[in-house]
């Protein structure tokens, strides 16, 4: 059995209703190594309610992800604070775009407490756009750290931000709070900037992952794209350059999966052999870490890439003192 994607976020908001203008392209059929078989699992249940329990939000959940089955039975989970309205509407996301409630003052103590009842030793932390707030929810993002580790101050924490357009000092707010790994993905091409992320501006995208390493030398960052919208190889390869430019330590790249059929449609599916490849020139660029398979998501085995990443960055650092 495959994972179907709702129609609805899990609090039963309509997901897009400004996308009904928008052609219809049916989704194509998924070959054989995009196929994941429904979450049924012990584990899994169990990590649904903690997450119930403490009243959170999961990017699992609303983004749909393929992995959910497979992540939550290891009590992995990606809390997507902020609440699950978005206010920007991306061509490729399915999480639910409209007027978001105001931010929940206990959110941070819950994610502290969801991360020590899970036993996370790596913990990412994701959320929606938030561009109704004066600092597109950076401060949510420091308490939200801070909380983390007051509660677990062994478990590493990631976090998957969005751009903070036009949000002065928000970038800042969150370094300070010296996350282990600052992620911001890109997730396609320029070119399709337009129709994938109108909202976005790819060169502020990567200047963002630039000023986290300006900043603050020490954290990690790591960058993902999707595959399969219409770019080229070559434009790939060009992107790696660019995030290479911006040192960019870890690239994540996956198969874009069409939510529905009001969402950006499929152009293809990407080989396994074709995302091999896609790994072997991210390598020969100098990436500390690359995961390029077609069911990579920026937080899918989070928490073993960032023991990876840490020993890779020991190794090249014990090489340069040699």
Known sequence: MSIETP???????????EKRNRPESAPKRKPDWIRVKAPVSKEYRATRDVVRENNLVTVCEEAACPNIGECWAQRHATMMIMGAICTRACAFCNVATGRPAALDVMEPVNVANAVAQL???HVVITSVDRD????GGAQHFARTINNIRDKSPETTIEVLTPDFLKK?????????????????????????????RPGARYYHSLRLLDQVKQ????IFTKSGLMVGLGE????????MDDMRSAAVDFLTIGQYLQPTPKHHPLDRFVTPDEFKAYAQSADGKGFLLVSSTPLTRSS???DSDFARLRA???????????
């Open 168 to 196: 002065e000092g928000a970038l800042e707010i969150v370094v300070r709070a010296r996350p282990d790994v600052f992620n911001h993905n890109l997730e396609t091409v320029p070119r399709l900037y337009p129709s994938v």
């Open 7 to 17: 129609a609805t976020s899990r609090n039963g908001t309509l997901r897009h209703p």
């Open 215 to 218: 900043q603050d030398p020490s």
């Open 300 to 302: 899918y085995h989070a």
């Open 119 to 121: 036993g996370l030793r």
């Open 132 to 135: 109704d707030l004066p600092d």
């Open 232 to 239: 080229t190889r070559d434009e790939v390869l060009q992107v």
């Open 312 to 322: 890779n960055r020991d190794k090249k650092l014990s090489k340069v003192s040699i």
